[in-house]
């Protein structure tokens, strides 16, 4: 696929931007531990919601909900359901109290505030680092592949899928470490406004290219998606 300078200078000025954001907001992640990782307990609910929203979006999950939704027809939409209900929504309702009122900064403190520092709840804390381990280099590993194959795509430079994830996980990693809760929160909201506008913009641009004939035709469109699929219900 061919980009226009425009489309490149546009991908560039977004990687400078975060990375720039991220470097410009470390001095704030600089003062204490506190401020590093949960920053200070500073950052507003809206700006946690949106972050926690658009570090839902990835190119790799949109990739496997296309392949779904061709495979299983819209039957598929149900299949997302099954990660919020038993993460986000349990831990919103049940367990973000409890972890805010213990005051704690890791994971590994919480566990000691649950279950003491008996042998059992050493043997708890090794459990969830080997699960988080496993889960981290799993789900980094879907990432890498998936924005790879993307930017293969879509960036005109002869490089391979490998090559491509190798520099956009650089930025990225540049400015997390850097900056730290901040970093992530802000660069995040960034990304969520962005994919809004674009969001918008996909779909007024699909809009327009539908026409009237196309729509008189949906009926018998939806009959044969129906048939191919099965029972959408």
């Not at 200078?9 to 470390?26: D, K, N, W």
């Not at 200070?40 to 790799?60: C, H, T």
């Amino acid at each position: 696929m061919q980009l226009a300078s425009i489309d490149i200078a546009i991908i560039l000025a977004y990687l400078a931007g975060t990375l720039g954001l991220g470097l410009y907001i470390s001095r704030l992640a600089s003062k204490n531990m506190g401020s590093y990782f949960l920053a200070g307990n500073r950052i507003p609910w809206w700006a946690l919601g949106v972050s926690n929203a658009s570090g839902m979006f990835d190119i790799a999950g949109t990739m496997w909900l296309v392949s779904v939704c061709f495979v299983y027809g819209l039957k598929s939409a149900w299949l997302p359901w099954v990660w919020p209900i038993f993460n986000q929504i349990f831990l919103m309702i049940y367990l973000s109290v409890w972890l805010r009122r213990s005051n704690v900064m890791t994971g590994a403190e919480w566990l000691q505030t649950r279950f003491g520092k008996t042998r059992e709840a050493k043997w708890c804390q090794f459990i969830v680092i080997l699960f988080a381990l496993v889960s981290a280099v799993g789900f980094i590993a879907y990432a890498f592949k998936g924005i790879g194959k993307f930017a293969e795509i879509f960036f005109p430079w002869d490089l391979s899928a490998d090559n491509y994830a190798l520099i956009i996980f650089s930025v990225t990693v540049l400015y997390v470490i850097k900056g730290g809760m901040y970093s992530v929160v802000f660069t995040e909201v960034l990304q969520f406004v962005l994919m809004t506008i674009a969001a918008i913009a996909v779909g007024i641009i699909a809009m327009s290219l539908v026409t009237p004939e196309q729509i008189k035709r949906q009926p018998q469109m939806v009959g044969i998606l129906c048939s191919s699929h099965g029972d959408l219900t």
